[in-house]
Each structure stands twice: as structure tokens, then as C-alpha cells.
Nanobody, 125 residues
Framework: QVQLTESGGGLVQAGGSLRLSCAAS????????MGWFRQAPEKEREFVAL????????TYADSVKGRFTISRDNAKNTVYLQMSSPKPEDTAVYYC??????????????????WGQGTQVTVSS
């Protein structure tokens, strides 16, 4: 019952910054933990970050910890991914997703109920 739409992707130079946004439809956004995943060509979808319903807790993949920041604004029905010091290996299609709980196997795509269409991020050197 939730439609997710990502935006903000594009071409960015290594060492720059980029902020992705994911807008959700409906009035139940605040009841979902929100995650970001990414998928590079010919690679499996991988977990990037997760944020709890209120934003009080966050979890990051080791590959992005310290560089990416996930946040949310429930009043705007939006979750963000701030990408700082991006690297060429961060190049991928980035997806936002919603799940009903923060705990459990958050790194597994199958545990998320709703997905956006994705936005391309390309990091050049």
C-alpha cells in the first residue's frame, strides 16, 4: 500500500557529494523502517543502510559506514541517503525499500515489503 519514488541520482565526481531522496505515498510512512539497497550491473542487490521508524536507530553496511548517512523526515514522507566522499565502486542503481520492523534480517531484500524503481548513481574519478 506504499509507493516509493527515488530521486537525486546522477553523475558525481569522487570526493564530491550527493543526496538521494525517496518519497513515499500514503499516511503510514512513519510505521515503516526504511532501507537503502544498491545493485551494480551483473551483481547482486546489496544492503546499504537502514533507519528505524522514528529515526532513532540506524544501521550501515561496512562498505559505506562513515561516508553515507541515512535520515528521514516523517512529516515529509521522505527518507534520504547522503553520500559523502563517494567512490567509483559506489556506482550502482540505488533503491529505497520499506519493511514493517527494524530488527531481524534487515540485510535480506526479501524482508522488505515495498520497493522503489531505483535511481542511477555514477561516480567518476
Amino acid at each position: 500500500q506504499v509507493q516509493l519514488t527515488e530521486s537525486g541520482g546522477g553523475l558525481v565526481q569522487a570526493g564530491g557529494s550527493l543526496r538521494l531522496s525517496c518519497a513515499a505515498s500514503g499516511r503510514t510512512f512513519s510505521t515503516y523502517a526504511m532501507g537503502w539497497f544498491r545493485q551494480a550491473p551483473e551483481k547482486e542487490r546489496e544492503f546499504v543502510a537502514l533507519i528505524s521508524t522514528t529515526g532513532s536507530r540506524t544501521t550501515y553496511a561496512d562498505s559505506v559506514k562513515g561516508r553515507f548517512t541515512i535520515s528521514r523526515d516523517n512529516a515529509k514522507n521522505t527518507v534520504y541517503l547522503q553520500m559523502s566522499s563517494p567512490k567509483p565502486e559506489d556506482t550502482a542503481v540505488y533503491y529505497c525499500a520499506a519493511r514493517t520492523a527494524y530488527g531481524g534480517t534487515y540485510y535480506a531484500p526479501g524482508t522488505y515489503a515495498y520497493w522503489g524503481q531505483g535511481t542511477q548513481v555514477t561516480v567518476s574519478s
